[in-house]
């Protein structure tokens, strides 16, 4: 099966309360493909990347979107990244529409473990999928605000006791932290007891009256399609790498796991990679340095 990858399905399955598998498909034009570990993957580099709103093909390989949306877009502002520097309500957002329906809706703010707790935020409704986009082996829902401003917040302020970045390469290879968050849950709320220092002139008193902390967070448990984990090297297939061939061992956080490093599945869904899905390919031997 070969054809351009045109992006990866997520398919998240609730097995009870507390527990979901993770699954991931590559589309292949026309075609989905299930990942499930073991398969040959061949990738080839056919030319340049297409932007990822207009469509126009981009020289910049490794970038989503080509200079003029960079430039015009909303979702490509620093506020997007580090959303507590939101700036949707003095009027200076470059796209007011785009930040009504993306940033002023309902966000969660969560707890997930990976190798170390973390705190991160989401659009309400989309825990499951950014849970498993970022390779947690468990998470909880900590927090819902009104708007993706105060989620950010409120993240920058919890972030002073617990980190808010995940380390890929201990993702890569298979590093599990071990941690109650239920308990770290009840820790940060006791540190946090009155919303009210989160008003300012950029959060209003309605949106913090409108926070909720979860009453009894339930932490939901998170399994992924994983045969082995990988070495801790970022495989990458361009116009120097222009063939990239290995086994699959699994997917976990965004990263296809290969037996000699892993790729991101975000930098292969640009237009501009071809993947032939096949039975395990032989793998030649780094060739040996003579010691004489």
Do not use: W
């Given at each position: 099966m070969k054809g351009m990858i045109q992006g990866f399905t997520t398919q998240i399955e609730a097995l009870n309360d507390a527990k979901i598998s993770v699954n991931y498909a590559v589309n292949l034009a026309e075609q989905t493909i299930p990942l499930e570990g073991g398969e040959g993957l061949t990738f080839r580099y056919v030319g340049s990347a297409a932007c990822a709103h207009c469509g126009v093909s981009m020289i910049n390989a490794g970038w989503d979107y080509c200079v003029d949306c960079f430039r015009s877009l909303a979702r490509c502002d620093l506020c997007v990244m580090s959303p507590n520097r939101c700036h949707h309500h003095k009027g200076t957002c470059r796209e007011p529409e785009w930040g009504d329906s993306f940033c002023m809706?309902?966000?969660?703010?969560?707890?997930?473990?990976a190798h170390v707790p973390k705190v991160g935020i989401t659009r309400a409704g989309r825990e499951w999928d950014r849970w498993a986009a970022q390779g947690?082996?468990?998470?909880?829902?900590?927090?819902?605000?009104?708007?993706?401003?105060?989620?950010?917040?409120?993240?920058r302020h919890l972030s002073q006791w617990i980190t808010d970045r995940t380390d890929w390469r201990k993702l890569v290879t298979g590093q599990r932290g071990d941690f109650s968050l239920t308990e770290l849950a009840t820790d940060l709320r006791q540190?946090?007891?009155?919303?009210?220092r989160f008003r300012s002139d950029q959060i209003s008193a309605t949106e913090v009256e409108c926070a909720l902390w979860e009453i009894d967070p339930l932490e939901t448990h998170l399994s992924f399609p994983i045969q082995n984990y990988s070495p801790a090297k970022q495989l990458r297939v361009d116009a120097k790498e222009g063939v990239v061939?290995?086994?699959?061992?699994?997917?976990?956080?965004g990263y296809?796991?290969?037996?000699?490093?892993?790729?991101?599945?975000?930098?292969?869904?640009?237009?501009?990679?071809?993947?032939?899905?096949?039975?395990?390919?032989?793998?030649?031997?780094?060739?040996?340095?003579?010691?004489?």
């Open positions: 809706q309902p966000h969660v703010v969560y707890l997930a473990l947690a082996h468990k998470a909880l829902r900590l927090m819902t605000v009104p708007t993706r401003r105060l989620a950010g917040v409120v993240e540190r946090t007891p009155d919303l009210v061939a290995d086994n699959l061992q699994g997917v976990i956080g296809l796991l290969l037996s000699r490093g892993v790729m991101s599945m975000q930098s292969l869904s640009r237009g501009d990679i071809q993947l032939e899905v096949s039975a395990p390919v032989v793998l030649e031997e780094p060739l040996q340095k003579s010691l004489f």
